[in-house]
């Protein structure tokens, strides 16, 4: 199967601590988004990237969050300083640019802060 | 801002169908979309319907849109048990898509 996956699944960690995300996109896709999803809502877009370029970052990504996408494939998502009102899913997903309307997601890294 | 509200709940009967509304307020979406969501799972693109055209049809789901009124509803046909998930309305450029919090939709026998 070669859908969009990310790793990991679950992570719980202490307040203050930095996590980090993996997402591996479908392998022939070049443009990757990044979006948070809390209890009871829909899905907020993070950001995006077109092959290893960080496009556009939403007013919800804080200072203390990083994505990158260093050679165009993979991408990692960093949270600093975790505070619990980061407890939340962060799902992945990827789209061929010249089809930007299929977006494809991953099953999410639910993260609890503690 | 955009914003995008979907009731939270539908109970349907096995068999019957279901409608899944949502309202919308951005008019310059090119695509309005609909997602799936089953517990612990990511979204599933279950359809998209492009901006001129008002109704899309594919197997037991029909999508109709109403621009003027910013009105987009979801129809399954024939609902199963398998249906029974969170459908998630979604509007913006497709770089950035803007949900609703969802509707549940239970399906019972």
């Known amino acids: 199967d070669t859908g969009v996956s990310q790793d990991p699944r679950h992570k719980i960690t202490k307040r203050g601590q930095n996590v980090t995300f993996r997402c591996d996109p479908i392998s022939e896709h070049n443009r990757l988004y990044w979006y948070r999803q809390t209890l009871g809502q829909g899905p907020e877009f993070l950001t995006y990237?077109?092959?290893?370029?960080?496009?556009?970052k939403s007013r919800l990504l804080s200072d203390r969050f990083s994505a990158e996408r260093p050679k165009g494939s993979f991408s990692t998502l960093e949270i600093q300083r975790t505070e619990q009102g980061d407890s939340a899913m962060y799902l992945c997903?990827?789209?061929?640019?010249?089809?930007?309307?299929?977006?494809?997601f991953g099953p999410g890294t639910r993260l609890t802060v503690t | 801002g955009e914003d995008v509200e979907q009731s939270l709940f539908l109970s349907v009967r096995e068999g019957d169908s279901s409608v899944i509304n949502c309202t919308y307020t951005d008019s310059s979406s090119t695509y309005l979309y609909w997602y799936k969501q089953e517990p612990g799972a990511g979204l599933q693109l279950l359809t998209y319907?492009?901006?001129?055209?008002d109704m899309k049809q594919d197997q037991r789901l029909t999508v109709l849109l109403n621009k003027k009124d910013k009105h987009l509803s979801l129809r399954i046909a024939d609902t199963q048990t398998g249906d029974s998930a969170i459908y998630f309305c979604a509007e913006g450029p497709a770089s950035k898509l803007t949900f609703g919090t969802g509707t549940r939709l239970q399906v019972t026998l």
């Open positions: 990237f077109q092959n290893e370029a960080q496009l556009e």
């Open positions: 997903a990827s789209s061929l640019v010249e089809r930007p309307y299929e977006q494809y």
């Open positions: 319907i492009f901006s001129n055209m």
